[in-house]
């Protein structure tokens, strides 16, 4: 049996629309649109993810030495189409063992980033960009400026803004968190057609199988 969509805020339950509602209820957060099953990584699931995404699904490319892509996840429905996405990476850090990277773009007000950043609210918060930025990560040979986020302290976050949406790398264990900052990172839109990327899979990431509050 599918697993049941979550609220993207909160990874709580869902009630589903009705014949009085059109739309997916949390009872915390309201109206939202469903975070869905994660799909563990396969050539199937990037098609079926970026067929009907409004928002990139962005993955570095090329990836770091020894790193492989390990899921992915959506928020939205066959009414909506898909409004945020989050690729999972999973690799070797320089001197802290394994490290778990999630990207995610999301249009503003959906509140994916921030749930897996652990901070209230659906953005980065007020003021979060003041000041020079933390990092800088290229995205279609453009470079995006990305801030460090006050977060849960088991993991590093940044999160910033490209083509008119949040976008929002987490990172564990929080040490790993140099991985933003001097690999030099540079991220493709799995969307895009004039590309042909060998991507390598591993294990699915238990990163993605977001706990209920």
Known sequence: MKAAPKCPRCF???????????????????????????RPPSSAAVEAVTRSS?????????????????????????R????ATVVALSGPSLTHGPADLLIIA???????????AGVEGTDPGTGFDKGPPHAKIDVRSHPAAL??????PDRAVYAGEALGNWLWAVVWPAEAGYLITLAELSLRDLRDQDQTLDLPFGAFSPRLDAPAP
């Open 147 to 152: 801030w460090c986020v006050t977060a849960a």
């Open 54 to 78: 409004r928002v990139p699904v962005w993955v570095p490319w090329p990836l770091p030495a020894g790193w492989l892509v390990t899921g992915f996840g959506e928020v939205g429905d066959e």
């Open 80 to 83: 909506s189409d898909i409004r």
């Open 106 to 116: 999301e249009e503003p007000g959906v509140g994916l980033g921030a749930a897996f």
């Open 12 to 38: 709580g339950p869902l009630r589903p629309p009705s014949a009085w509602s059109s739309s997916w209820r949390c009872g915390p957060h309201g109206d939202v649109l469903p975070f869905q099953p994660p």
